[in-house]
């Protein structure tokens, strides 16, 4: 049976199915140049969820740096945070096999106390994760801050503290800077004055690691700056410390706000992460949501990031400081050499809103935007390109969620609106995944009717420029009573029904209405989902599908240029925890496919055994003549360099494809590297940081033909040169 997906465009992957017990075959026609590849391909998206920014990017260390008193937490949510803190502390003895199977650090939801915490006294009115320094004489209680909440550090003559254990990046740095918001309160005289310190103390112990005197406090609110350096060696991996702020002395001492940096942090920015974003090679990097910025207005997060409101986060729970902005974000990606692409609030937000937004950052001086970006300490405009006009609106999960017509209404406001300021931005509108499937009474939790894009088309026609998909198949949902086997070749079906129906049908609906070059971008991307024994972003499983999610868009990049992998930071990607930072499989993975960034696709026939699938994922339940191989080639302009990626869907089965490279005679040494996991839903851990790192793997030239073994459920990359 011959099959043909790819009718995005050009058809690049011919499937020819045959016997299971046939030997498969893999021709590359390398002659025959398509289309170039672009770098948009390989994007990525930051969301303010879990630690992705609080913890992650942001190298501030303290959580809860504001004393904020409601920590917007359900109980679950702390006490993962409690338990993940034992858990990081217990690795101390450096002993994977401590940590439970398949675990990962941190939340997938609520904001702001990073990926664990150590102490819980609001019973006390202490704010999370804040305890009372061991020693007090005096009292900690909750205050009204300079902006916000605060603490009051009442001695009595004698002491009064507050502690944070904390994770420190010692196995790079000792040296460690801050300031904290502070003011002296009865107006005591001069000789009567408290004074503060700060420090590091060992947890559970008395023993003070490093110190410093801040000295006598202001009556009015001031701003006092300190640094502290740690002895070598004197902090164990994965020990948490104690900062502490304490005063001794006759007055009341009030606490507004305190942040505590590692002294290498670049610009507010963790340098770790930094370099890993870079190596990555992230070329376009999507922002702040995601669910959250359907609750998110972005005025909150710029100016003085000491004058910037902290709000609950309505979307994931925990709190929003609002530290990491509009231009942080915008530094953070021009740092890292990524492109912004910015997604705008359709559900609490406004036309008004997201035109002021765009003027913001793309607006000249002499407009009201511009100048306040101007006065903020960014002169020039930042030029940014991609805008996307809301995200997920058709879920009920989403603020503001609506129907087709109403999605359909908001799009044409926002877009008149944000053309206005900018004729120039490229706008990607909300599609929608359920509009693939049959109406039903499951979908009750989402807008299901098969007419969310014709709508949208409807009512703005040739004005839609590109329209947003998101590729998040769920591994559990209606394969509540599938076998993990049954779920894993459903899930991997996924990628193949989308190539080869539902895009090509909703490209074929854009031309219906007048868009001449339609265009998709897959603003996120990976498998989500509870059951850890199944494939998801955060293990191994998402390289399998990554390989095949790539390979799609490799082969229909003219009319799919842009995709936003989940994600940099909340799953599937970078993590940090305990200090330290390390990587999920999928970030290997999606780093192989760099090379093939300016290339040019050119066709594959995969000619082998597949399979067919009922009740897979619930937006692609029943899949036929599914490929067990998936292939994808490029080849360099000058027809130098052709680089093939394979993926092995089978879970049981290596592969020995014979691979015809029709007239690319390589030099006798052919680049090969391999991604493998024994166990296909393995996960990365603080210990195993290169756990799934490529590796070489053999691979015989015989003239202008390969051979090669291909393990079960494994990606591999052949780089050949003549």
Known sequence: MRIEPGRCGKNLLEFIRTADDCNPSIDIFPNQKSHRIPATILGNFLEHLGFAIY?????????NHVFHQEHNLNANDL???????????????????????????????????GAAILDD????????????LEGSLGGVYPAAGRLGHGVRLSPG???????QSVFLPTHRVTAYEGFAWVRREDGVSESGMTELSVGFKRRGAVEVLAETKLGSVSPEWSKVEFRLELPTDSVADFEPVDFFIAAQGASDILLDRVELYPEDHIEGFDPEIVQLTKDWGVPLLRGPGGNFVSGYHWRDGVGPRDLRPTRPNPAWGGLEYNDFGTDEFVRFCRLVGAEPHICVNIGTGTPEEAAAWVEYCNGSVDTPMGRL?????????YDIRYWEVGNEIYGCWQIGNCGSQ???????????AMRKVDPSIVLIATGNPFDFVEPDPHWS?????????????????????????????????RMEDKTDEHAWYGLMAHPTKWERDDLPGLLGLMREYGVEEPKLAITEWGILGPNERRPRVENFGEVIYAGLFLNLMMRNAPSIPIANATALLHGGCIRKAGGKTFVDAQYYAIQLYNDTISHLAVPCRYQGPGYDIEGGTETTPDVDDV?????????SEDGSELVIYLVNRHLDSEMRPVINLNGFVPNEKAEGVCMVSSDPVAVSSPLEPERFKPQECDVTVRGDSLELVLPPCSLTRIRLTR
């Open 157 to 163: 003559g004698q002491s009064a503290g507050i502690r």
């Open 55 to 63: 913890g992650g990017v942001w190298a501030q260390l303290l959580i």
């Open 79 to 113: 006490e993962r945070l409690l338990k993940d803190g034992e858990l990081l502390t217990g690795l101390s003895n450096r002993d994977p096999e401590s940590l439970p199977p398949y675990w990962l650090p941190g939340l997938v939801g609520a904001t702001g106390f």
């Open 121 to 132: 006294e609001t019973k006390d009115g202490i704010p999370l994760p804040w305890a009372v």
């Open 406 to 416: 109403e999605n359909a209404r908001r799009y044409k406001l926002f877009a008149e």
């Open 445 to 477: 939790f989402a807008t299901a009717d098969q007419n969310w894009h014709r709508a949208l088309l409807q009512e703005s026609g040739s004005n839609v420029e590109y329209i947003s998909l998101h590729a998040l198949p769920e591994n559990t949902r």
């Open 373 to 381: 970006r101007a006065e903020n300490g960014h002169p020039e405009p």
């Open 627 to 635: 490929p067990y191989l998936d292939a994808a080639a490029c080849i």
